[in-house]
């Protein structure tokens, strides 16, 4: 969805003016990086749990992230030009840097991947064993990693749940420990590499599409994302390249190589998956392709997915627990969770609410995909409303779930969900609020607050009409 415009022709303002907005707002990008990272990098996990510090974080991001959109939306009309081009390139580098060498940035999710990192490169399966085993009586053979990592593992978040991530996370996870065991800028650095690759897979599907350069920067130079995957070093970040490169060989009618890319994207979360009516509908109706497709995905899929699946058969999954009592972020689900819960009562409620939201899931998932499209720029363009719409489906809205939608969102022009990320630095607040017996005030009130930039996109969207903002 593109969001219109009724305001005066861009292009006949000030070139200056406008180049000198983007750069101003990129400039502060990176100083509220450079102060996020001296700032609270040296912090323990804690230290989020202070209203100074939740306010800091939800004020430089939202405030720099929203400049950002801003200044982009406003640059939109401007002629292509190689400097701008190389600004926007060193202003994402620059964002991401001042955290490479920085703590953990308030979050503990890369304890576990780097667990799971050492397990996988040493030849053990991370999903036997959950961290709390891992620290009682062990096996001789394992006895040299946990001495190795004892304190990574003591700090790991819900140590009696194994690990919730399939394989190519997993590898991912390897490759860091490869490059620097148990330590948290080895992740970085993994995490960082698949942040540009998407950047540049971006910027060539704007350019085969007759897109602005521009657009690329509303993921490269987003402050929320730079801080959130490289700075926290959240694996998401490792979904958009294989979800682009899918969709990019399944507009050029490469179907084994769209299901090999779509399956090493389900590697990394599963939710991905529900892309695939959308891939096999662009390859229709050449049965051919459509096997070649099927093939690609369903082996990648059973090898990067199958032992976590099966591993979620028995006790302490974490898999089993993230689906049935994960939610955050989410003020819908909240209120929804409170009326289900009246109507059936303790643990069917809850029960029954997550399946309707799987049920929704999978309808959008045929509804979207299987439509016709128009040719690759519509393929992606679907891609990123669907994308968007589960993210708005899933129980937890964590802001690093953004990296879901809004590479897909940049690269089809799809404004309604650029806006949309602007409100999800509310998250923060949620620590100090539950630290102080608060959590429901969060839950079911400030987290709604959230949707507020992608209602009032939508709205100017209905209000103004389906004119395009593409010069």
């Not at 400097?83 to 580098?93: D, F, L, P, T, Y």
């Not at 991947?113 to 394992?142: C, H, I, K, W």
């Not at 939201?357 to 409303?385: E, F, N, P, Q």
């Amino acid at each position: 969805m593109n969001v219109p415009s009724s305001l005066p022709d861009e292009r006949s303002r000030p070139r200056d003016f406008r180049l000198w907005i983007l750069l101003s707002a990129l400039a502060g990008a990176f100083l509220s990086h450079l102060v996020l990272a001296r700032a609270f990098g040296p912090l323990s996990g804690a230290a989020r749990d202070s209203w100074g510090v939740a306010f800091s974080l939800f004020g430089l991001l939202t405030l720099s992230g929203g400049l950002v959109v801003w200044a982009i939306w406003l640059a939109r009309g401007m002629a292509p030009h190689w400097g701008i081009g190389v600004a926007i390139a060193a202003a994402g580098i620059l964002m991401r840097l001042p955290y490479f060498g920085a703590g953990p940035m308030l979050e503990d999710d890369h304890y576990r991947y780097l667990l799971d990192g050492a397990m996988v490169a040493r030849g053990f399966n991370p999903y036997t064993l959950s961290p709390q085993n891992l620290l009682g009586e062990l096996p001789p053979a394992l006895t040299g990693l946990v001495d190795a990592g004892r304190g990574v593992i003591e700090a790991i978040n819900f140590p009696d749940l194994r690990s919730i991530y399939p394989g190519s996370a997993q590898a991912l996870f390897a490759i860091a420990h490869w490059i620097a065991p148990w330590k948290l800028d080895g992740l970085r650095l993994v995490i960082f590499s698949a942040e540009a690759v998407t950047a540049i897979l971006i910027w060539h599907w704007l350019r085969s599409n007759g897109g602005s350069m521009l657009m690329g920067a509303l993921y490269w130079c987003n402050p929320l994302m730079a801080f959130c995957l490289t700075g926290q070093a959240h694996i998401d970040a490792a979904l958009a390249p294989p979800v682009l490169l899918a969709l990019l060989a399944a507009s050029r009618n490469r179907a084994l190589a769209a299901g090999i890319g779509l399956g090493l994207a389900v590697g990394v979360k599963l939710w991905p998956l529900l892309l695939a009516p959308l891939l096999a509908r662009a390859l229709w109706p050449d049965r051919r392709r459509l096997f070649l497709f099927s093939l690609g995905l369903g082996s990648i899929t059973l090898l990067t997915c199958g032992p976590l699946l099966w591993a979620s058969l028995s006790a302490q999954a974490g898999l089993t627990a993230y689906a049935g009592g994960w939610s955050i972020n989410n003020a819908p689900f909240a209120w929804l969770s409170f009326l289900f819960f009246q109507g059936f009562g303790p643990g069917t409620g809850e029960l029954v609410l997550r399946a309707a939201i799987v049920g929704v899931a999978a309808g959008a998932s045929l509804t979207i995909g299987l439509r016709s499209g128009k040719g690759s720029a519509g393929l992606v363009g679907r891609a990123s409303i669907l994308a968007g719409l589960l993210f708005y489906l899933s129980p937890a809205q964590f802001p690093w779930y953004a990296a879901w939608f809004l590479p897909l969102a940049a690269a089809s022009g799809s404004w309604v969900l650029i806006f949309g990320a602007v409100g999800l630095p509310i998250y923060f607040l949620f620590f100090p609020l539950a630290a102080a017996g608060l959590r429901d005030i969060h839950s079911y009130g400030l987290a709604a607050l959230h949707l507020a930039p992608l209602f009032g996109a939508i709205a100017l969207h209905e209000r103004l009409g389906a004119r395009e903002v593409k010069r």
